[in-house]
């Protein structure tokens, strides 16, 4: 079965400060990895995907396989980053995301 | 822009009562889904459909069942509401082989 776990309920920093939201998986096929925030009063909304390796409002993440995360990074943490972070995976025919419990960054002035 | 619209955004029901959550996408989009959102749990499937009148159990599909008559329209039912079943639920739709999904803006429903 696949999973995905969030280990952090509540991330706390300060504006400028750098931000690493962990998000660690298991499954036994190959992975497809995506981040989704929710900003307050917003809809859920994809971020990025590993397949892209893009960047992203200067969030970046990093598939690594041999320690199954795809932990979510960003150099200097932002006001307007504040929101929570749901690390997801795909099942191999891709019709099915498994999400994580969440992550609620606050980004402090 | 993917559009995907959910008939409520706050519903407050009673114990027993049967519930109808709708979602409408209008990007012709296959896939659909109902997932619920609770706190510290992320979101967790309840159905999906991959086409009309097909559907596929997700994680948590008990006391739910859910009906997709034409393409852009799934529907959620609660045959007899719980207090358990208080929570957010997000529609979310899916195009073909590209994994985004686009969700709705959730109905929050509160079971009393």
């Known amino acids: 079965a696949q999973r995905v776990t969030q280990p952090e309920k509540l991330l706390s920093v300060f504006k400028g400060a750098p931000v690493e939201l962990k998000c660690n998986y298991s499954?036994?096929?190959?992975?497809?990895l995506f981040w989704y925030v929710q900003y307050s009063r917003q809809r859920l909304q994809l971020l990025l995907r590993h397949i892209s390796r893009e960047s992203i409002k200067g969030f970046t993440a990093d598939l690594n396989k041999g320690e199954t995360s795809f932990h979510l990074k960003k150099p200097f943490a932002q006001e307007e980053d504040s929101a929570m972070y749901y690390c997801?995976?795909?099942?191999?025919?891709?019709?099915?995301?498994?999400f994580g419990g969440g992550t609620r960054l606050m980004v402090k002035p | 822009d993917v559009k995907v619209t959910q008939s409520s955004r706050y519903l407050v029901k009673r114990t027993g009562e049967k519930v109808f959550l709708e979602c409408v996408q209008d990007m012709d989009h296959e896939n659909m889904f109902w997932y619920r959102q609770d706190p510290g749990l992320g979101l967790r499937l309840i159905y999906f459909?991959?086409?009309?009148?097909?559907?596929e159990k997700g994680d948590i599909p008990e006391g739910y069942s859910v009906s997709r008559e034409k393409k852009e329209r799934f529907s959620l039912i609660l045959e007899s509401a719980s207090t358990n079943q208080t929570s957010m639920y997000l529609c979310?739709?899916?195009?073909?082989?590209?994994?985004?999904?686009?969700f709705g803006p959730g109905t929050r429903l509160t079971v009393t």
């Open positions: 979310a739709s899916r195009w073909g082989r590209l994994n985004e999904q686009y």
């Open positions: 499954y036994s096929g190959s992975p497809e």
């Open positions: 459909s991959y086409d009309v009148k097909m559907k």
């Open positions: 997801a995976l795909s099942n191999n025919a891709g019709n099915m995301l498994t």
